[in-house]
């Protein structure tokens, strides 16, 4: 079975560029979650999505929005690109539909860097 | 909002030896969740932690959670390299309906010596 597959795993942008994030998550899971992760603030939740729904979004600006497509598969989008926003950005899928948190399943991640 | 703490932010082992992580909780665990990761990688689970005082044991991991629910620790037994990386703890805020939206510790640093 394949695993939370991201892509691009490495990019490099200017300031002010925009980027998308692509993630494919474990066929079955209709959850998929993005986090930043980040040597100074660590891993942040970013926002959640449930059957091509929001269902959770963490404290980032607008600049930051995602979505959901009907085969699950996700993307997220950072505009108008800061230095700050050079990161590793992460994405989770879960198997359950609800009740709390089980286990999450990581991807790679897709490194940003922002110069 | 809900804040963990870990400590020691790293830690450097002989292999072989025991070691012990510390995950404390600004408020009460609904659940606490522990990962590992290799540097510049994604995450993978080892356990979740739900009940006040569950133990649970994966090959020569142990996780605990308190009694009151605010702390949970990770022991390793005769530590190899295999288990150096960046270990996390994860806390459900409780909100319920979401299954991706967890608070995480910064981590700390695991460097077992051969």
């Known amino acids: 079975k394949a695993g939370v597959t991201q892509t691009p795993r490495y990019l490099i942008k200017t300031r002010g560029q925009q980027v998308t994030l692509s993630c494919s998550p474990i066929?079955?899971?209709?959850?998929v979650s993005w986090y930043q992760q980040t040597p100074g603030q660590g891993l942040q939740f970013l926002f959640e999505?449930?059957?091509?729904?929001?269902?959770n979004k963490g404290n980032f600006p607008g600049r930051f929005s995602g979505r959901q497509f009907s085969n699950s598969r996700s993307e997220m989008n950072v505009s108008t690109l800061e230095l700050g926003d050079s990161a590793l950005y992460l994405c989770?899928?879960?198997?359950?539909?609800?009740?709390?948190?089980?286990?999450?399943?990581f991807g790679e991640g897709s490194r940003l860097t922002v110069l | 909002s809900q804040e963990l703490e870990q400590s020691p932010q790293s830690l450097i082992v002989q292999e072989g030896k025991n070691l012990t992580i510390n995950c404390t909780s600004s408020k009460t665990l609904y659940g606490l969740y522990w990962y590992k990761q290799k540097y510049g990688e994604g995450l993978i689970f080892l356990m979740m932690?739900?009940?006040?005082?569950e133990e649970k044991s994966h090959e020569k991991i142990t996780a605990k959670l308190d009694e009151k629910k605010q702390q949970s620790s990770l022991h390793i037994t005769a530590s190899q390299p295999s288990h150096a990386g960046i270990y996390l703890c994860?806390?459900?805020?409780?909100?319920?309906?979401?299954?991706?939206?967890?608070?995480f510790g910064k981590g700390t640093k695991l460097s077992v010596k051969p």
């Open positions: 994860g806390a459900d805020e409780g909100y319920g309906g979401s299954q991706g939206n967890l608070i």
């Open positions: 999505y449930f059957s091509e729904t929001q269902r």
């Open positions: 066929s079955g899971h209709r959850s």
């Open positions: 989770a899928s879960s198997l359950l539909a609800g009740g709390p948190p089980g286990e999450l399943f």
């Open positions: 932690l739900q009940k006040g005082g």
